[in-house]
Structure formats: C-alpha cells, structure tokens
C-alpha cells in the first residue's frame, strides 16, 4: 500500500458572482500517491485549474476537505498557507512566472528567501539546482535572454529548490515548442524517476506516455481515474 | 521566517533604481520640503546668531536703557531732559543696579586740534561706568573715574580713530588738546571697536563710528563746557537678567514720579529686544514649516499615488512572490521599505539641495547661515516619517491582493 500525499474529499469551489453563482468544483474525490506522476486532463472551464490552485493552496475550497501530508490545509490561515506553499509545494506554470528583472540565480533563491535560509547557503543551493537543470553556466543571466525551455528549466529549478512534497505543474509545455517540450517533460520524467511526486495539468497527449494514471476533469467533476 | 529587512532595502533599492526618471519625479515634492526646512531653520538659526551678536556688543542682556519718549509731546513746563541733580538723585533710588550711566548726546560733532591736526568728533560726556556697561575700556592709559567726575577735571579718553588723525604715531597721554573751546588732558586711548559687516564693496566695520569718539566726564561738559548740554538718555545694568525686568518697572514709576505722571520717557530693556526679535523669528519659522509641511503633504500623496501604480506594474511580480511562500507581511514590509528608500532619497537630495542654496543665499543676503547636525537628522526623520505614513496604505493594498487573481494579472 502507497503512501497518500494528497487526499480531498467533497472538495467544493462555488464563485458568487452576485446574481448567479459559479461551480467550479462539484465534489472532486481525489487520492493521490506518494510517488505519482498524475495528470489531470479536460476542456477549458472544466475546473482543472480551480482543482490546481486549492491544490497548490493560492485558494481555498468553499466546502470539503484537503489534505496534504495528513493535514488540513483547506481551513489554514492565509500565513500558514505561505508556509505550506514555500516549503511542500513547487509550482511550475505555463508562463514560466520567472521575475524578469532578477537573474535566474535570484529567481531560483526566491523561495528560500523567503523560508529565511541564509544568503550563502541559498545561493549554493541555488548553483546546485540549476546544475542538475543543465543551466549551471547561465546563472547571471536573465529571463528575458534565455529560450522558453530554459526559462521553464529554471521554473523546474525554483518549483524543487525547497525539495516540496508535491510539484505542480500547470499546462508546461503549453507555451514550448515540440522540442523543448519533450526536452521539459523529460525532465518531469527525471524526477518522477528520484521519487518526486508530480501532478501535472495538461492538454499535451505526449504527457499520457509518462503519467502513471490520468484522471479526467469536467464540469467540476472527476469523470474517470483510470491507472494508465 | 520573514524576509529580512536587508533583503527588502536591496530588492528596493535595485527597483528604484531600474525606475530612476520615475524615481526622481515622484520625489520632487519631498526635496522640496526637505529643502525647505534646512533652509528655513538655518536662516532663522542665522538671523538670531545675527541679532544676538549684536546685542552683545551692545552690552548684553542685562542692559537697560531710557530714551525721550518721541510719541509723547511736551507741554511748556515739563523737561524732556535731566539736570545733573536729578541724574545723582535716580542713581541713589536704584541701589540694586550694577551700573549707572547717563550721557550727553552723541550726534553733536565738535572741532577737536592737536598740534596743527585736526578732526571733527562727537564728543561725549559719560559717568565712569560707561566702560563697564558698554563692556568697553581703554587700551592705553586709563578711564574716567568718579574723582574726575566729583572734581569736573578736564580730562578726555579718546577712540582710536581720533588718536591715529590727531596724534598719528605719537603717544597721546598726557598730552593737550583742544575741543569744546577748552583744553583737556588726554589720559586714555579706547580699544579697537571692529566688527565685520559684508557688502558690495568688501568687508567693512561696523562699529567704526565708535573709534571716532571722545569721552570726557558728564559733570565737565555740564558744569564748565555749556548749560545747553541736555542729557535725555541713560543707561544702567541689572545686576542678573531676572532683575532685568523688576529694574526695568521701578525705573518707569521713578521717572513717572518725576515729570508727575506723564510719560517723558520711555525705558527699554535689550531682552525686550532679544524676545521681540525671538517673536518675529517664531513668525517666520512657523509659516514657512506651514509650507513645508504643505509640501511634505503634497509629495506624500503623490507617492502613495505612484506606489498604487507600481504595485499595479507589479501585480504579477507579487502573485509570483506568494506563489513562491511570500507571506502577506512579506509583501507589506518589501513596499513599505521601498516607499521608505523613496521619500529618504527625497529627503537627501532635499538636504543636499538646501546646503547649496543656502551656500548661495547666505552670501548674497551677507550672513553666516548655521546649519546644526540636528537640523539634518530632523529632514532625514521628517522624510522617512512621510515614507512610512504615506506607504502604509499602498503596502496594505499590495499584501492583500488574492494569489490566483495576482498571478492572472496581464
């Protein structure tokens, strides 16, 4: 029996819109394991990006229960969910997110700024990350001069710097070429390989070949959680 | 753990400074007041060293000194003046003054020779404590004293700029001249009286009507010069500056008492100077704080105004922070930090500014402005103050924005 990262129950998202209101999510069970490559597939507006952000604690559910690591985290308050953010969470994104006027170094660091590890030790951290992403030689540069899967390497980078519980990633590839794509999955695969545990937004069908399961989204509902 | 303060002084720093233009216009309103301050409070700082200095030279704040009232106009039968008598009689009613000293007018200029030289000098009768109420004494020879004074003795103490015209190298004491139609023994040289006064035309001193002088005793001019010397001033010297003012109060009922009841003459006391020229000064201080404060104000909104934008600029910067694990205080403290850094550059280039215009100002307008250490340590607190006041709300605004909706932002 795997371990359970990841564990929601009845997870509720409804937007007041003030006439009417909006379901985002409409009871998603969903169970994650502990070294898993999921993705999570469906149409826009399916609520796939609602599941991603409660998941990555950047929103709280309206009804239901999360629970990350055996602990509830959907009734946290905003500071906790700072914390739970920078230390068990690594979010990768389709626009890379990277902050264009620092360079890639500082933008790696970011997190554990934040965590408060000291200026020395965050930086060779820092080194050491983007050396396993193959950007070892690029570390003063910034965003803006480097290629979209470079700038999504260095997003993989800053997502795995505090060595998170669970690494999001949300449409990855969307924004890459084929090429760079496949390059960024591989990496994906790479670290799923170490033991990481990935949950991954997607419409790429290339990502079905290396997810172990894939679990459909639409209208707010989980359709199929099908081991793949 | 929360960001450190080092960290958000560098993170802003390096915002202002990828912002300079931005920088430096929304900290125009800031400079200005700064400005504004240093200059004001040095300019009052100055204007009262000015005044002070001058009083003192003018025998310190202890002087006390009764004029002819020039508002009150004389019937027939009332003196505006004093005799000899009654000068002795207000003398023995004030045994708690230090000094006493009436004297004959000095815009009187009279004919002085020595030995073919000859100039023109206004020549004073004066009581002995003249040199120490005036904080003036000879630098040769010797001063009048109260044996010349009693004995209406035909001596005379002369200024320097009489010595050099009359005697010119030659040693002055002892020797005869002639003034008044009668001739007197020199028997003193007064000190240098020199302070610098700048203007157009160089440095000048200001207190050279004082070396073309001559003293002789009161009595003398009285009694053997002329019966036409009227004496309507005199002086006397508290003995403290609390007594001043209780001095100053028996002396107005005396002199009331001794024209029955009409005010002949008026008594004004140099701390009465020194507190009216602290009044105006105040005035001054107070309005033009009012306009720095005004602009201190202005500047403030302003920057409030711009962090609002930038935070706006910066939405998705912010989302990406507290994706990353930045707390709400994490954000609160990077804004309020950089609007600090803002308004305290502000505040430097308003110091910076304001020395150099006092540089100019103070030479133009011929007087040593004073700038304190404290008055620098109050602009640099005064603009970090608007800093913090006027970056809460942006750095509130900032803290609060929703993670999902921050990182949507385009």
Redesign the interface.
Known sequence: MQDIVIRTENLQKVYDMGKHKVTALDGVDVEIYKGEFLAIMGPSGSGKSTLMHILGCLDTPTGGNYILEAQEVSKLKKRQLAAVRNQRIGFVFQTFNLLPHLNILKNVELPQMYSGVSPAKRKNRAIEILEQVGLGDRLRHKPSELSGGQRQRVAIARAIVNNPAIILADEPTGNLDTNSGSDILGIFSELHDQGNTIIMVTHDPRVAGKANRIIHIIDGKITNGDIA | ????LR?SVVVGL??LW?RKVRTVVTVMGIVLGTMSIIVVLSLVKGVNNMTEQWLQERGGATKISVYRNWEYNVTNRERWYFDYKELRLIQSLIPEALYFNPTSNEWRHYRSYYNGNEFWTPVQGIFPDFEKIEEWTVQQGRFINNFDLDAYNDVIVIGTTVKKELFGNENPIGKYIYVMDRKFQVIGVMKHRYMKSRNQMGDENALEYLNQRCFVPLSTVMHKVSNEVYIRAFTVKAKTVSGVTPLKEKLENILLNLRHGHPVFMVESAKDQIDQNSQDTMVFKIIFIMISSISLFVGGIVITNIMLATIQERT??I????????????IFIQFLVQTVLTTLIGGILGILLGLSILDKVGSFINMDVVVDAHMIVLAVVISAGVGLIFGIAPAIHASNL???KA?RYE
């Open positions: 753990m929360a960001i450190s960290e390096s915002d990828i998705r910067e989302g990406i922070r507290m994706a990353t694990g930045a707390r709400r205080i994490d929703n993670p999902v990182l």
